[in-house]
Structure formats: C-alpha cells, structure tokens
C-alpha cells in the first residue's frame, strides 16, 4: 500500500519520484508480467491438471469471478440501480415474485407513468421474464436481486469452458474460461449492473456447445440443452432469437452432408422441440396476462400506447414548470427515430461501422493480436461458421435502432472462442523450427491476466490517491455510476423518516427526460415508499385523498444536491 502511496499522483511534479501516467503503467505491467512469468510452470501445470476434470473447472471458474466481486464489497458495495432498463427488469422481477406475470391496474395509474413499464391494461414491465426470472431467484434465495446477477454470472463462466470444451482441447478450453473471467468478471458492467447480458450469454454457452456435441455423437442430452439455450434466449431477447436460429440452422447446413448424418439429427429434432415449447408458451401467456392478447408482446404494446409513429404526437408540456411525461419523451424519441422515413443502405452500413467500437467490449486489447490468427483459420469450416454466426447476429441487431451491449450477448462465447482459436493457432507458429508461437500465445495471455490484475488491485486499493486517478483511464470496466449517488442520498433521507411515505417528483424545464424518479413496486399500495408524479395541486390532491395515511414528500431531482422536503404546490399555482 505505500508503494502505492510514493506516487500519490500521476503527475510528475507531484509525486515523490517524478512518475508519469506511462511510467506507472510500464512499471506495473513489468511487474505483474514478471510475477506471472515466475509463476508460470507452477500455474501451467495446475491448469493442466484441474483441466482434465470438467466438472471441477467449470465449478472453480463459476466460484472464482463470484468471490472477486464479493471481495470488493468494502469499497464497492452493492450496486444501485439507476438506468431505467434497470427498473424494467427490477419490476418484472418482483412481479414474478408475487407468482403472476402482470399486475392489476392501478386506479390512480396516471401518477406512476414511468419508462418501460405499461400502466394499462396492466401494470407491467415491457421486458421479456428471462432477465427478471434471474434476478427474482437470486431476491427470493438470498434476500436481493444483485444476488441473481451474481448466480448468472457463476454460471456463464463455468458454462463458457463446457462451451469451449465442445470445440477445443481441455487446455485451451480452460485458457478461454480464465479470459472469460477477466473480461465478464467483478469489473464488468453486467455484473455491477440489473440490465441483464450474462442470461442471454448462458443461453449462447448452451446453444453453441451442443452443436459440436451433435455432430460428434447426437445424443438426445445434447438436443435437450440446445433446446434449453433457444428457450433461455427466447425469454431474454426474443427478437435476436431469430438470427441465433438461423446461425443453428447454417451450422447444420455446412456441417451435415451424409444422409444418415440428417436422419440422426430428424431423429432428436422432437427433443429439441420439446425443449423450446415451454418457453413459446410461456411467452404467450405472458403476452395474453400483460396485453390481452396472445400475440402482442409487451414492448409491442407498450410502443403503440407511447410512441410509435402514427399513434402519437409530440406535444410539449403545457404548463412551464412540468417536465416531459414519459409519453411526450418517448414520442419525441419515436419522432426523432424515424422522422427521415425509410433507412438507405449507406445509412445501414455507417451504423454498423459505428457500433463496430462497442464490440471492444468483448475482446482485451491484447487478444487484437490473437484475431488475425483466427481469421487465417476460416479455410476451416467449423469456424468459418463460427464467424459467420456472429456476423449474421451483427447485421440482424444492426436493423434495430438503438444498441446496447446485451443485445449481442448471445455470440459472447463465440467473441471468447475467436479469442481462444486464434491463440491457439498463433501456438502453432515456428520460426526456422523454434515454436516461438507458443510463447507469444503465452505472453499475451498473460498481458490479459496482468491488465486484469492491475484494475482489479486498483479496486481493492479503492480509497488511496493513485487508484481513484487510475480509475479515470479506465475505459471498458463498470463498477460505479456517478449518478446512483443522489439516489443513494435520497434513498439515505428517505430511511430517516419513520412511517409510509408519498413522494412527489417535481422536474425542472431543465430536467433531462432520461433521468426518470417515478418508479414503483410491483404492489404499490403495500410498498413503504411511493413515487408519484407531480401532476399540479389540483391533481395531486386526489393521490393524497387516495393516501391518507401516508406522509407527503416532494423530491426535487433537479437541485444538487436532490432537495426532499414536506409537500408544497408548486409556486408557479400559487
């Protein structure tokens, strides 16, 4: 810790050996370099071993990003949530906590209007269940949602080597899942998150390990679990199930040749239907419980009652002092989305280029060199597939308007499974007879490992000079927001005051839409804390007529800090 604290800044004229921000990284990496290299045959010929017993690897691989996170709690507690995607999924998982897939609706439902969440004909959330089923198991085991991040989680990482295992040699399997921990692990901003990525990454880990296992043997095991990953993928994110099915569908394509290869795969093609029929039917009752219809999922709903073209225009707010609803913000989102009409291709194809940066976010900065390797070995079919299948997931989300990471989180195991490819044919380089590849392949593994540990020891060292400095050249880890800090301040506020609460939201013109407050329980009536929208005096008084017996706040998210202070109209209606 005092080595640290030498530096105590990252500029040179202000610590006590004149460091710069270089010179601490070359110093840092040298040494965790030089620790891994030290420690290399100990570490190779562990692996080597724990390898061998599939079952233990894929235990310690799912512990091991688990305990990281739970380490870093001193610093980092539990993460809060303040995305409203985050709330989305929060309130599907509560409401499957009451064992129903939609709420009644509320009689005084203009007051909770709120982003990605229907008020009518049921009080629901626009999001498939699989992302709130994840978090509901980990709520009701444990006592809080995070803990069903934390469960997906273990199981990407240990599904990621089975995946791997399919496709691979145990060595190189197990390399792949050490990667996988260190990019997905404690630092990732799905696990210090609610949006959801690792649910949809464990249905990718058991739709693409059980192709190999298909093709090798057919067993019906092996088409249940394909089954099981389509289903998990079509209750997280049903739209890119569609693009994973077609990549299925090409891998069978280019793998099966023979007549009996096809009979063999007709005669499990009933077990993997089977697998996938819950899922369709519990998609459908979820439509049929939240929409009233069947087939009208609700994100489907939700869009035609806020904002999709033709349905809705754009008002501003009629009195100054109010803010955007979420119907006035999500048409205006709507308006401005599709306001040029159709897309030209060369509009497509500039969105693709642009979303090319985010997929930085699956691959560490020294696996780039590991990619060409891989592209050399497209003259093999399996992988050639394996390209194509994330390519074909690419072009398919690039239709959709709007990205975020999990929307590909389906190909994730494939993102790793380049990365270990490549690595595995740069291992096979010589040069006039030395195997040099096999060192590089090592070397930049453990590049991986020391970028790793070095922003892991920054968090762990959290509260020192240097590592709250560091943080600010950190580009793709996630372990804090700056805004959940007002809300853990509210929140901090709001537990002083004893008794059931009514909290009206007041915004400012200046207010950003996206920074929404209205968000509620599943069972409104029976939450301690209400958030209610400030709808003016005159309105309001029929929330408060509603709640007698709750004390009336009003919340101010506008100031800085927030401003919580007893119920007053607002001076603009006085």
Known sequence: MYLFEIFRSFLPLRNTIGFGVADFLLLSMALLLGALTFLRPWIETLGARLARRTLWCMAALALLPVALRLLLLWHHPVPFPDVYDEFGHLLEADTLRHFRFANPMHPMREFFETYFALQEPSYSSIYPMGQGAALAIGWTLFGHPWAGVLLSLAAFCGLCFWMLRGWTTPGWALAGGCVAVCEFGPLSRWTNSYWGGFVPAIAGCLIFGALPRLRAGGRRRDAILLGLGLSLHLLSRPYETVFLAVA????FALALRKPAEWRALARIAPAVALAVAPALGITLLQNKQVTGSWTTLPEMAYQYQYGLPGT?????PAEPHHALTPQQAMAYKMELSFRNGPESLPAFLERLEYRVRYYRFFFYAPLYLALPFFLMRLREPRLLWVALAALLLALGI???PSFQLHYVAGATCLFVLMSVAGLEGMSRL??????VGAQCAALLLMLCGAQ???WYGMHVFDAGGVSATAQSFETWDSINHANPERRLFVKRELDRVPGKLLVFV???????????WVYNAADIDGARVVWARDLGAEKDQELLRYYPERTPLLLEPDFRPPRLSPYAASPFER
Do not use: C, I, K, S
């Not at 299925?248 to 891998?251: I, M, N």
């Not at 809705?312 to 501003?316: I, N, P």
């Open 312 to 316: 809705f225009t754009f008002q501003a």
């Open 248 to 251: 299925v569908a090409l891998y």
């Open 398 to 400: 690039n239709f959709f």
């Open 430 to 435: 010589t040069v006039r007879g030395a195997p």
């Open 452 to 454: 790793f540990l070095f």
């Open 506 to 516: 007041r915004y400012y013109p200046q207010h950003v839409f996206q920074d929404e």
